[in-house]
């Protein structure tokens, strides 16, 4: 009896893993592990508060690492979860963090300082963090506004507060792109508004 009951759990929990279904409350954007070139693979194609988020991926994309994102502003918020198994190792130097936007152009999002970045060297299973990014600036827009008879130290302070950030609205971004310590790639997508 026992044996069949641990049978019916097992079934049970493979047939809720394969659904693709999380329950967690997320924002704007929701994302998994894949390859780059998968991401034509991975389709969101509901979320609602009741039942989470559903999507379709390719088997070779890994959901227990997974991640969404909110744009608050001139910041975009991430939240990195691990479920797997396995470590990922983080890196400030090696980690990046991107958004592509509907006409194809990249833009590295610009991560805080060091000290403010994260305290962990690897996320361990079960364990997720949050960065908080800026969107980048316009760097021309920047330039053409400034006064050449200032100072160069006060040019690169008001360049670097993020005067003229651009101006990225959700309909405007086709996906963001986490690379954690060159190794681990996570692609988000826009989460549909709910109905």
Not at 71 to 94: A, M, P, R, W
Not at 157 to 162: E, S
Request: glycine residues 4%; contains cysteine; proline residues 4%.
């Amino acid at each position: 009896m026992l044996r069949i009951l641990f049978n019916l759990l097992s079934f049970l929990l493979l047939l809720s893993i394969s659904s693709c279904s999380s329950g967690l409350s997320i924002n704007d954007f929701f994302g998994i592990k894949m390859d780059t070139d998968d991401y034509h693979d991975f389709q969101i194609q509901r979320y609602s508060e009741i039942d989470g988020i559903s999507y379709t991926n390719n088997v070779l994309m890994d959901s227990k690492i997974f991640s969404w994102a909110e744009l608050e502003g001139n910041k975009l918020k991430i939240k990195i979860v691990n479920d797997s198994y396995q470590s990922i190792t983080l890196s400030f130097i090696n980690d990046r963090y991107e958004i592509q936007d509907v006409d194809g152009i990249t833009y590295v999002l610009i991560k805080p300082p060091p000290i403010n970045y994260t305290s962990l060297s690897e996320l361990k299973p079960g364990d997720s963090f949050e960065v908080l990014l800026d969107i980048p600036m316009n760097f021309w827009e920047t330039i053409g506004q400034k006064d050449p008879q200032f100072s160069t130290k006060d040019f690169f302070a008001q360049f670097w507060k993020g005067q003229n950030h651009l101006h990225v609205t959700k309909e405007r971004i086709n996906f963001v792109k986490i690379v954690l310590n060159k190794r681990t790639t996570i692609i988000l997508k826009p989460v549909p508004v709910n109905d």
